[in-house]
Each structure stands twice: as C-alpha cells, then as structure tokens.
C-alpha cells in the first residue's frame, strides 16, 4: 500500500514570494490533514477536510494561506506571499474516517520551507 | 481548551533504563491519546494509542498510562535502546465523537546513551 506522498520535498524561497505544496493521501482516506511542523517542535493543525469539505481551517492564516481538495483525494496548501516565520516543514496526512480512535493518522514525509 | 502540554523537552537516559514523558491535556471530553516517534529527517509514525475508555495498554516495552480525572497521560519506554532515541509527540483528541481532530504536544527528545 503506498503511503501519504507529497511534493515538493524541499522549497527555498525569498519573503514575499508564493509556493505551493500538494499531497496524495493513503487510497480509500476520506479524511486529510494539514499540520505546520516548526523546528523541533510539535506538528501544529493548519487545517482538514472530509472528502472536499473543510472541517476545521481555524488555524490557517487566512490572509496569506489556502488549502483545497476538490475531488475528496488530492489536496494542495498554498503560502500566497511567504514570510520568514512560515519556515517549517509542512505535513500532509490522511487516515480514513474521522477516527473516534479507531483509524490511525498516517502521515507524509512533509515538505521543508526555508523562506529567507 | 485544545492545548496538549508534554515534558520533558529533553530526556536523556542510559542504555537499559526506564523513560517516561507525561503529557496534559484540557479538555475532559478527549477521547483519544496517540503517540508518535520521529527520527531525524523522518515523518511522525504511531507507535502506540490509548483510549478513554482504557487505563493502561502495553505493547512489548510501550506502556501508555491514562488517567482522565487529573488529565494526563504518559508514555514509558522500559529498557530503552540507542534505536528509541528520537523526538516523541503525544497528541489528544480535543472532541469528543468522531470529528477527527487531534492536537501534538510540542514533543520531547529522547536520548539513549550507551
């Protein structure tokens, strides 16, 4: 079974530019998760959907961040104009159904932003 | 009322002995406590989850201990080897039902020395 794949793996940018980091979930995962992982600490919940449907976006910064998935599968996160305090590795990761503790999350190898 | 707090930061310990990293959570209605290992330049991978309705589970030498009246929760690693050595993250479903949410601890690095 293939796993959560995401691309690109690493991203440089200057301040003020735009980037956008997309994500295949886990076949048959209904439910996809966005976190921001900062270095050496937690992953932190930018956003998730069920199927195409935003659940939770309370945490995306809705100024510069959007985060869509049209079809219920593939999903994209997009930095419009990047600041030095996005610098972070962006995780995608998918688990089926909304869990209750019975599906495992399962994430991708995550994206690395250096903004300078 | 969705923070989850986990110490310590750091944990260094020697080839063999006991670890533990404890974790808190706000929300008395979570009901669900996954813990996560990541190695350097690797994703998060579960290695062991507890739920609610549960006190203790063991798997090999995890043990996830839970106790919902003072809201915490905390992972052992009993004879630790150099390949525990990792950055660990607890996390707690905030809601409870199946609304999927699930809030990381800010994690603990743990160092196994030998």
């Known amino acids: 079974e293939a796993g959560v794949t995401q691309s690109p793996r690493y991203a440089v940018l200057q301040e003020g530019q735009a980037v956008s980091f997309w994500c295949d979930p886990i076949?048959?995962?209904?439910?996809l998760y966005w976190y921001q992982q900062p270095r050496d600490q937690g992953p932190q919940l930018l956003v998730y959907?069920?199927?195409?449907?935003?659940?939770?976006n309370s945490q995306l910064p809705s100024d510069r961040f959007s985060a869509v998935r049209p079809k219920g599968t593939n999903s994209t996160l997009k930095i419009q104009s990047a600041k030095q305090g996005d610098t972070a590795t962006y995780l995608c990761a998918s688990r089926k159904g909304l869990g209750g503790g019975q599906n495992t999350l399962y994430f991708g190898a995550g994206t690395r932003l250096s903004v300078l | 009322g969705e923070q989850v707090e986990q110490l310590p930061s750091i944990l260094r310990v020697q080839e063999g002995s006991s670890a533990s990293i404890n974790c808190s959570y706000e929300d008395s209605a979570s009901n669900y406590f996954p813990w996560y290992k990541q190695e350097p330049g690797e994703n998060p991978k579960l290695i062991i989850d507890?739920?609610?309705?549960?006190e203790r589970k063991q798997i090999q030498e995890l043990i996830v201990l839970l106790d919902k009246k003072a809201k915490r929760f905390s992972l052992h690693i009993t004879d630790t080897q150099p390949g525990d050595s990792a950055m660990y993250f607890c996390a707690a479903s905030p809601i409870p039902g199946n609304t999927g949410k699930l809030i990381f601890g800010l994690g603990t690095t743990l160092q196994v020395q030998p």
């Open positions: 959907f069920r199927d195409e449907a935003v659940i939770d």
């Open positions: 507890i739920r609610s309705n549960m």
């Open positions: 076949s048959g995962h209904d439910t």
